[in-house]
């Protein structure tokens, strides 16, 4: 009688961890709604990007840290970018870092089928880069990071425009400094 209800209990006990591993509440599905469901919430910073902004940041910044021509072009071709950061200064901001705030956001980009895009290389970035390409065109991406000297934060980059792989994987290892820069 008890092997009956060993494989029932060991399912309901794997499917609960399989949810709390989506994220606190019910897992958003795509990228936008994962921004929606987080905007405005403790310990949450959203930042668009605008093309003024954008365009002088291409000037300046690429000027200023040699990205040669492949990061300009792919700041200027960008059409639109989001930031969400996440920084948890309290006890509750914390239990949402705990819930897997970084795994939600990871299965909405393969549930989305992004391709993970390797940027490596000397200066690469700490994010992780994800890309919605056909051939070397890509339409969108996507990358997860986390602030510089913030212990369990996290930031999501969302970028739509038109794009080489090189182009990306350019922008990708400024990154860092670029949402450091726009999200003050």
Request: glycine letters at 10%.
């Given at each position: ?138 339409s969108?991406?996507a ?11 996290f ?23 670029l ?6």
């Open positions: 009688m008890m092997t009956k209800f060993r494989f029932p209990v060991l399912f309901l006990l794997l499917l609960l961890v399989g949810c709390r591993a989506g994220g606190p509440g019910t897992p958003a599905r795509t990228v936008a709604s994962f921004f929606s469901k987080y905007d405005g919430r403790e310990g949450f910073k959203t930042t668009e990007w605008s093309a003024d902004l954008l365009q002088r940041l291409a000037l300046v910044k690429a000027a200023k840290l040699l990205g040669g021509s492949d990061l300009t072009n792919a700041i200027t071709s960008i059409r639109s970018a989001k930031v969400i950061s996440f920084a948890p200064t309290t006890a509750t901001a914390r239990e949402l870092a705990n819930q897997g705030l970084r795994q939600e956001a990871e299965g909405i980009l393969k549930g989305n089928k992004y391709e993970p895009l390797s940027v490596g290389g000397a200066g690469g970035s700490d994010y992780q880069v994800s890309v919605r390409a056909s051939g070397d065109k890509v969108e991406f990358a997860l990071g986390k602030l510089p000297d913030a212990a369990d934060s930031v999501l980059v969302a970028v739509d425009g038109s794009f080489t792989r090189g182009q990306v994987q350019a922008l990708a290892k400024y990154l860092p400094q949402v450091q820069a726009t999200s003050k």
